[in-house]
């Protein structure tokens, strides 16, 4: 049966509420809506607005900085505007959540509006890290891994031996081989203490925002820590090709790139990351759209959910303005947020917290002839071993954005000579423990991301275009015994909800954009024939 199509489904006559209107919640509305079309969905949303984390902002100059530019480097009329992220900002082609959230694109009519950057652009192998002092790019492949060996950097030179050495390492012991432990701990064991401390760190401030000392490997890494159980050694699993893929997963991307029509599939195909003219919220209000006009499926925004009475027949949702009475729930909000709402005590769906991060964009005027960044690339992260006077705001990382998606930008023309963007993000785990009321104000933000870009990067321009967001708790962090819980939450809501909730979103299974396309695709799919939590995935591990 097809991927996605639409399902023989014991949901027929069914009332289905989703809880939440950020991507995971439409995506969920979405598939449930085409895989059960006798089904009636209503996907309930507090904010005023659809998408969650998934934002595109236009951003028109400040006013008062074009004053202060040359001549020059003025922009002008239509060439104003340049498309911030506050949220996600690229998605990988990779797996079958990358080809789900690319079928998504492709059912919603979008695939016109794909910008794909290629595997041999620059920002797909120039990444750095910024240690301890100056940027150091990593290396993307074996020869740059073997140059690395005679470079003056410390971090570059360790790295070799690291690698080498790892396969002579203990693995762990027999008895604790299923325990979770931090992705420091697992890191540290395979490849030493500098290797975890100054590069997984910085790649985990990457992707996480968060502390490697903290998050669980099973949850983060889980399918590399499980290599160390089958073959003890990482290296030695790789080179006995034993990342292996499971081939339901490879017939399903296989049908869903053969749904893709052919001059994007082959441009797919050889793709490092994609985004979509108007930046990513063009899906989320693609979604959104295909949503109104589906006969099955109302939406409610700008109405909180205030409580969820259950009984043995379903559930009664009480919003600020309605009651919605509903046989089976969805739930796409964050753990704290459902477990707020639920009269059953699930621990479990407030062991873990979040981090604040805060993202500045900023866009400077190019100048003829002149390249404002020091180097080409997607970006760059600190790890966590920076010393303080080299990080004085606890800045994470910074993604060159033109660099990164070069076609999202206005082209340079002889009226303008276009933007070089970037956004700087500070704080997440750098923040834990700090009140929010403690932490920067975006004012503040502005100028702590200006500081780290003139220290980092020697750009002491003035931005044309800047535009601060504060991300409360926006990233999950999968704390150690992650799994476990997962499992347990799994029993508890069996037991309590016998199928009737099923849970989906980033407080779960996966933290990135295709993560939560994911979760919503397989609890929909799912629902049809059986009763589902949507943590099944753990009950595997
Ligand atoms: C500086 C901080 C951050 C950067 N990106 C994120 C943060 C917190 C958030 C983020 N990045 C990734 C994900 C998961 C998947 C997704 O939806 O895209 C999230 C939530 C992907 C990612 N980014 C980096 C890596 C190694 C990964 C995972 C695998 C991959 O996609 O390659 C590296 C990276 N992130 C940032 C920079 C500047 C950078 C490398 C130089 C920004």
């Known amino acids: 049966m097809h991927p996605?199509?639409?399902?023989?489904?014991?949901?027929?006559?069914?009332?289905?509420?989703?809880?939440?209107?950020?991507?995971?919640?439409?995506?969920?509305?979405?598939?449930?809506?085409?895989?059960?079309?006798?089904?009636?969905?209503?996907?309930?949303?507090?904010?005023?607005?659809?998408?969650?984390?998934?934002?595109?902002?236009?951003?028109?100059?400040?006013?008062?900085?074009?004053?202060?530019?040359?001549?020059?480097?003025?922009?002008?009329g239509e060439h104003e505007e340049v498309i911030f992220e506050?949220?996600?900002?690229?998605?990988?082609?990779?797996?079958?959540?990358?080809?789900?959230?690319?079928?998504?694109?492709?059912?919603?009519?979008?695939?016109?509006?794909?910008?794909?950057?290629?595997?041999?652009?620059?920002?797909?192998?120039?990444?750095?890290?910024?240690?301890?002092?100056?940027?150091?790019?990593?290396?993307?492949?074996?020869?740059?891994?073997?140059?690395?060996?005679?470079?003056?950097?410390?971090?570059?030179?360790?790295?070799?031996?690291?690698?080498?050495?790892?396969?002579?390492?203990?693995?762990?012991?027999?008895?604790?081989?299923?325990?979770?432990?931090?992705?420091?701990?697992?890191?540290?064991?395979?490849?030493?203490?500098?290797?975890?401390?100054?590069?997984?760190?910085?790649?985990?401030?990457?992707?996480?925002?968060?502390?490697?000392?903290?998050?669980?490997?099973?949850?983060?890494?889980?399918?590399?820590?499980?290599?160390?159980?089958?073959?003890?050694?990482?290296?030695?699993?790789?080179?006995?090709?034993?990342?292996?893929?499971?081939?339901?997963?490879?017939?399903?991307?296989?049908?869903?790139?053969?749904?893709?029509?052919?001059?994007e599939r082959t441009n797919l195909r050889s793709a490092s990351v994609w985004s979509l003219r108007g930046g990513l919220e063009t899906l989320t209000l693609g979604l959104e759209m295909a949503l109104r006009r589906a006969d099955n499926v109302t939406l409610s925004r700008d109405d909180p959910i205030q409580s969820i009475a259950h009984d043995p027949s379903g559930f009664t949702v009480s919003t600020t303005s309605t009651k919605h009475v509903t046989d089976r729930i969805v739930s796409t909000l964050s753990g704290p947020s459902l477990s707020s709402l639920l009269s059953a005590d699930m621990p479990e769906l407030t062991a873990n917290g979040s981090v604040n991060v805060g993202v500045v964009n900023l866009a400077f005027a190019n100048k003829p002839g002149k390249r404002l960044l020091p180097v080409r690339g997607f970006g760059y992260l600190l790890p966590r071993s920076v010393p303080e006077h080299q990080n004085p705001y606890k800045a994470l990382g910074a993604v060159f954005d033109s660099d990164m998606m070069p076609e999202m930008h206005p082209p340079e023309t002889e009226a303008s000579p276009g933007y070089t963007k970037l956004s700087v993000l500070l704080?997440?785990?750098?923040?834990?423990?700090?009140?929010?009321?403690?932490?920067?104000?975006?004012?503040?933000?502005?100028?702590?991301?200006?500081?780290?870009?003139?220290?980092?990067?020697?750009?002491?321009?003035?931005?044309?275009?800047?535009?601060?967001?504060?991300?409360?708790?926006?990233?999950?962090?999968?704390?150690?015994?992650?799994?476990?819980?997962?499992?347990?939450?799994?029993?508890?809501?069996?037991?309590?909800y016998r199928g009737r909730l099923s849970v989906a979103g980033a407080s779960y299974t996966g933290v990135g954009l295709n993560n939560c396309v994911k979760a919503a695709w397989s609890v929909s799919r799912a629902m049809a024939t059986e009763q589902v939590t949507g943590l099944e995935s753990f009950l595997a591990s």
């Open 86 to 263: 506050a949220g996600p900002r690229s998605v990988r082609p990779r797996g079958l959540e990358g080809w789900l959230t690319l079928d998504l694109v492709r059912q919603l009519g979008l695939t016109k509006e794909l910008l794909v950057v290629d595997k041999n652009h620059v920002s797909a192998f120039n990444r750095f890290i910024y240690y301890p002092d100056k940027l150091v790019k990593l290396p993307s492949g074996i020869t740059s891994l073997l140059r690395a060996t005679l470079s003056s950097d410390s971090v570059l030179r360790s790295l070799l031996p690291a690698l080498l050495g790892e396969p002579f390492r203990r693995r762990k012991p027999e008895q604790a081989l299923q325990t979770d432990e931090s992705v420091h701990s697992f890191f540290s064991r395979r490849f030493g203490d500098a290797f975890a401390t100054n590069l997984v760190s910085g790649m985990v401030h990457g992707i996480y925002a968060g502390d490697t000392r903290t998050l669980s490997v099973g949850a983060t890494f889980g399918s590399i820590a499980k290599l160390e159980q089958q073959y003890g050694s990482l290296i030695v699993a790789l080179l006995r090709g034993g990342v292996k893929s499971d081939p339901e997963q490879t017939r399903l991307v296989k049908e869903l790139q053969d749904l893709m029509p052919i001059d």
């Open 4 to 76: 996605t199509a639409c399902l023989a489904t014991q949901l027929a006559g069914q009332r289905l509420a989703v809880l939440g209107g950020g991507l995971t919640g439409l995506s969920t509305a979405f598939y449930l809506s085409r895989q059960h079309p006798d089904a009636q969905i209503v996907l309930l949303e507090g904010s005023p607005r659809y998408g969650g984390w998934v934002r595109s902002v236009r951003a028109t100059p400040s006013r008062i900085r074009p004053a202060l530019l040359d001549e020059h480097a003025k922009p002008t």
């Open 427 to 496: 704080g997440g785990a750098h923040w834990t423990g700090r009140s929010i009321e403690s932490l920067p104000t975006d004012d503040e933000l502005e100028i702590q991301a200006l500081a780290t870009v003139q220290s980092h990067l020697g750009i002491s321009d003035l931005p044309t275009h800047s535009r601060v967001h504060m991300q409360r708790d926006c990233i999950p962090q999968y704390l150690v015994g992650h799994p476990d819980r997962m499992r347990t939450l799994h029993e508890r809501i069996a037991q309590t």
